[in-house]
């Protein structure tokens, strides 16, 4: 129907599509070219914009991948200045094990010993004193507990007192001293002497000596000297023996 107002006033009456058919379809079929070209120029144009993300993306990672081999080369050469501290570490090690071997079983027992025999009172008499020491090439040992620590040697005793011992105040007298830990008062027993005025009471022990009692005789003061010092000595004398070797 016509779709007239009815305040025109007009006749309604059908209304005829004269359009010939083959006009419809020519219409349609362009309509559906415009369509399918749009799409076609939208794919092309999401597949050029992928393509050129994509190429965005590997040129980046192409450019952070040439700035970090610029930097390993750098740093590989950088490494390279710091080749002599591995012959030097091995020095310094081979340095260390001499000064232990050395210094390992240097103990002033003199000083040590006359310490020693100050800490017993006046009432008593040593009659045996047994040292036994390390040697230089012997590991350090120890007392075999948990919380024992290395020792140098340990020194036995034996003697008699006219007077009874104080077992806890001697051996307190006795650790007090630099260089001596863990003594033990092993035995104390009544030794009437037929010529004694009194009765004598005879003891024994042992004590540990530890690695205080070092004198550090072969410790000597490090001077440190700053890589581009050492770096720059060693240089001079490399270019030393080689002009020493021409001549």
Do not use: C
């Amino acid at each position: 129907m016509n779709p007239v107002p009815a305040s025109v006033g007009a006749p309604r009456s059908p209304q005829v599509n004269l359009l010939p058919p083959d006009v419809a379809e020519r219409r349609a079929a362009s309509r559906t070219r415009r369509v399918i070209v749009a799409l076609v120029i939208l794919f092309m144009v999401g597949v050029v914009g992928i393509w050129f993300f994509t190429f965005t993306l590997r040129q980046a990672a192409e450019q952070a991948l040439a700035d970090e081999q610029a930097i390993t080369t750098q740093k590989q050469t950088e490494l390279a200045t710091y080749a002599y501290l591995t012959p030097l570490r091995a020095q310094v090690d081979n340095a260390l094990l001499a000064r232990a071997a050395a210094g390992q079983a240097d103990v002033l027992w003199a000083d040590q010993l006359n310490a020693f025999l100050g800490a017993f009172p006046e009432s008593t008499k040593l009659d045996q004193l047994l040292v036994s020491p390390t040697t230089p090439m012997a590991p350090y040992t120890t007392d075999g507990t948990l919380f024992g620590g290395i020792d140098v040697g340990s020194v036995s005793f034996s003697g008699t007192s006219t007077e009874p011992l104080d077992i806890t105040a001697l051996q307190n007298a006795i650790d007090a001293l630099p260089g001596f830990e863990r003594s033990s008062i092993d035995s104390v027993s009544l030794a009437p002497e037929a010529d004694a005025a009194g009765p004598l009471w005879s003891y024994s022990g042992t004590v540990r000596v530890t690695i205080n009692a070092l004198s550090g005789r072969v410790t000597t003061e490090q001077e440190i000297v700053p890589i581009e010092e050492d770096s720059q000595a060693s240089g001079d004398a490399e270019a030393g023996s080689t002009d020493g070797s021409e001549g």
